[in-house]
């Protein structure tokens, strides 16, 4: 794209997360062009000529402040979102869920952003970065962004580090395992090592495999076509291979003894911790297409699983999506061209609050940035400030994209103390607002 004569900010992506920034930019008073290269062209999974397409469920998940979604769409709420604006606007009933009317919340966003004094909708494939131009630029072509741009993106940020399909393992709770049922320690290691081990005797083992092979499991979309990494298989596709094949892989027993019967256990899952609190525990190479109801009926026979809480479930779907430590500040400004800003799922977060939350944020810095004032990190005390955390941060040398979740607060015993996170949050947002008088 080559806007001229134009002094503002240029997002690529009219989403979720393109229109909560472009939003954002306006209530800062800030011309924005915002590219959306629909009805020109579509994406395989968006059908709508619409804006803000909800591409599948049509559910928010959760807005009670007792559950992760709920604080983090209160804080969303304070820095009004356009998305749960139009989501409350357009709410149908759902028991505990925040569902929407998905032609008339799509709708909703377009006209208020078509309306908006400060943004322009330009209906246009964006191909290339431009980076002479002197515009600041947010790119949140989401999870399906175009090849060109991905390849663009990719150029940009560095080879292998932009992905295009995710292998998610599930997460559970640590205060939902049964202590009495695992051990920890590292493999050929003495002492107590890093991970949790799960051992299963071999009933349990067979038991789990049998009702791997017979769980039911997501179909891809047409769109998708997989070519897995035998690193990177999902468990079901080992099971089905044979008896032991998970025996010889993920679930190999090798360099372990099981303090309670000083012995190697037959098979083992292990848990690798996935925050520094330890709270959140990842089941270790158990990437998984099984429908949620049949991974916890499944993961349940694992004995120390049994009443196992899961903060994500395992998923493996296309995704484009940046592995963003080191490359994405917390901020959301790129660490190698501070004109560049991502916001939504590319930026390695999952869901659409989620997404449309880094819309938030990356509107609010790109407005700082073109105010040339300094950038605004959000602190860990509230919900956005944890997953921009996640993202530019996570432990693991691969990002795995993530939901909001209690886990990730780092607080022991979340429920309990779910009073703590909601003030804790509730504190940071004001502060934030107050402080910076913003908007
Ligand atoms: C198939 C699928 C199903 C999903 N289902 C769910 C679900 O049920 N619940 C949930 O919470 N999350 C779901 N997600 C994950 C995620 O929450 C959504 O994809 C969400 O819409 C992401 O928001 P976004 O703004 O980052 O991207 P999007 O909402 O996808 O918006 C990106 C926009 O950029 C445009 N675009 C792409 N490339 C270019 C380009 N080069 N130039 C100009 N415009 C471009 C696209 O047309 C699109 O309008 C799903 C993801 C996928 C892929």
Partial sequence: MKPKNFNGVTVIGGGLAGCEAAFQLSLQKIPVQLIEMKPKKFTPAHKSSNLAELVCSNSLKSDSIDKAAGILKNEMIKLKSLVLEAAY????????????????????????????DYIEVINEEATEINFNNTNLIIIATGPMTSNSLAEEIENFIGMKSLAFYDSISPIVLYDSLDRSQFFKASRYEDGEGDYINCPLTKVEYVNFIESLNSAEKIDFHKFENPNYFEGCLPIEEMASRGLDTLRFGPMKPVGLTDPKTARRPYAVLQLRKENEAETMWNLVGFQTKMKIGDQKKVFSIIPALKNAEFLRFGSIHRNTYINSPGKIKNTLQAESNEKVFFAGQITGVEGYTESAAMGIVAGINAGRAFNKKPLYSFTKFSALGILLDYISNANSKELQPMNINLGLFGIEKPKKNIQIIQNNSKKAIDDFINREKYV
């Fill in 89 to 116: 606007k357009n709410k149908v009933s759902a028991g505990g869920a925040l569902a929407v009317d998905r032609e008339k919340f799509a709708q909703y966003i377009t006209n208020k952003i078509y309306n908006n």
